[in-house]
Each structure stands twice: as structure tokens, then as C-alpha cells.
């Protein structure tokens, strides 16, 4: 099924200004997808969209707050009364807090990742599971090898129970759908890696762009390009 309105399938890209998610996102207007882009950050999702535009793409952005019920129950609503179901939603939206000794972690800061890598990830999945099974559609997660790393325990510790759920999830819905898919990407030169190695060499790291590509390809083999 496709968005009468378009023509296209729909990809929900939710952490989509910036990053990886940026790059999915690029890469999937090329390759036919109308981007459903959402962010807070209302100037990346603009230049995002500049870019999808440049190439011939269409997207709508959604500069919104996920941790927010409200905000998060207004855009299902909206994908549903639009267009009745998603084709692929790509979640890339994840917090990285200060690194930090296991027994020194602020409580805000574990407060915060939670939140965002777990308690946003519970919300979403019941709310946007439907609209997945309408068009016999494919949730995407990224995993992060950095679980169990010294001074990673906050990050590492949420991320780790978001792939727990995510895997749970995967389980479930095996025979009946939507299709739950994990993907590992290479280190980035993204702001969030940044934080966490502020003095690494960045030259050999992989452009988001390409490693979205490369990971588009390893997902949609059908549609890659040569």
C-alpha cells in the first residue's frame, strides 16, 4: 500500500535531523520513500528537508518532543488519519548522557536516559505496532556495542534494555508481524560519539550518509543502487 496522496510509501524516521537518522532518511527519499521526519530540532529537520527536496524527494517534518505522551499520540493520529499505516519506521532518537563511574552517576542523568531509550521506545511501539501491521510494514533499531563498557553506565545500561525490549518485540511478532529487524552500524562521526571520545581521530569514521546507505542496502536489497 502506498499514501494515495503521493504515491510513495511511507518511512517514519523518528531522531531524524541529524546523524544516522538523517542519513536514513536521505537515503530512503531516493530511493521513493516519503519521509515522515521527526526531531526536535526544528532548523535540522529544515535543512533536512532542503536536501530531500534538492534530490527530488518529499517529506513532512514533525518537530516535536517523543517524550511527551501528547505529542507522541498527536503524531500517531496523524500518520493513521493521513495515511493509514507505515511502510518502515527507522528509530534512531537516543539520549547519551555524561560518562561517568558507575558509582558517581547523577540521578538526572539516569532519569533522562530512560526516558528517551526505554520509556519513549515503550511508548511508541504499542502506539505505532498497528499502523506497522496495516501495511505489512518493518521496524529498525541500532544496536551499540558500548553495553557494559567502564563509565558507560548509564547509556550502556538503558540502550541495552531498549534492545531487550526491542528483541522481546522481534520474538512476539516473528509469525504474525510487523517484521522487527536490528541492525549494528559502524562508528560515526556523529555529536553523540563526540561526546563520549572527544579526542578520537575522526578521519577514519564512517560518513552517516554512506553508512546509512550501506545499511538501506543490507534492508532493502530490492531497492539498491549500483
Known amino acids: 500500500m502506498t499514501d494515495h496522496s503521493t504515491g510513495k510509501k511511507l518511512a517514519l524516521i523518528t531522531g ?8 536514513l532518511a536521505e537515503g530512503l527519499a531516493a530511493r521513493g520513500y516519503h519521509i515522515m521526519a521527526v526531531a526536535r530540532t526544528v532548523g535540522g529537520l529544515e535543512d533536512l528537508d532542503d536536501r530531500i527536496q ?6 513532512t517534518l514533525a518537530p516535536l518532543d517523543l517524550k511527551d505522551p501528547a505529542q507522541a499520540q498527536h503524531l500517531g493520529q ?3 488519519d493521513r495515511w493509514g499505516g507505515i511502510d518502515l519506521w527507522c528509530h534512531t532518537a537516543i539520549h547519551g548522557t555524561p560518562l561517568s563511574p558507575a558509582g558517581h ?5 539516569m532519569e533522562a536516559a530512560i526516558a528517551v531509550n526505554l520509556t519513549t521506545t515503550a511508548m511508541l511501539i504499542p502506539m505505532l505496532e498497528p499502523l506497522l501491521r496495516a501495511r505489512n510494514g518493518q521496524a529498525v533499531f541500532f544496536d551499540d556495542c558500548h553495553a557494559g563498557e567502564k563509565f558507560f553506565g548509564t547509556y550502556g545500561a538503558t540502550k541495552a534494555a531498549q534492545m531487550a525490549l ?12 510487523p517484521k522487527v529487524t536490528i541492525l549494528a552500524p559502524k562508528p560515526m562521526p ?5 561526546r563520549f571520545f572527544p579526542g578520537e581521530d575522526r578521519a577514519p569514521l564512517a560518513r552517516p550518509r554512506d553508512e546509512a546507505a550501506r545499511l538501506l542496502d543490507l534492508l532493502l536489497p530490492e531497492t539498491a543502487t549500483a
Do not use: Y
Not at 190 to 194: C, S, V, W, Y
Open 78 to 80: 496523524s500518520v493513521a
Open 16 to 23: 531524524a535531523s541529524r546523524g544516522l537518522g538523517a542519513g
Open 190 to 194: 556523529t555529536g553523540l560519539r563526540a
Open 166 to 177: 526491542v528483541r522481546s518485540w522481534a520474538a512476539e511478532n516473528d509469525s504474525i508481524g
Open 105 to 109: 552517576i547523577a540521578q538526572k542523568d
Open 54 to 59: 534538492a534530490q527530488g524527494g518529499q517529506a
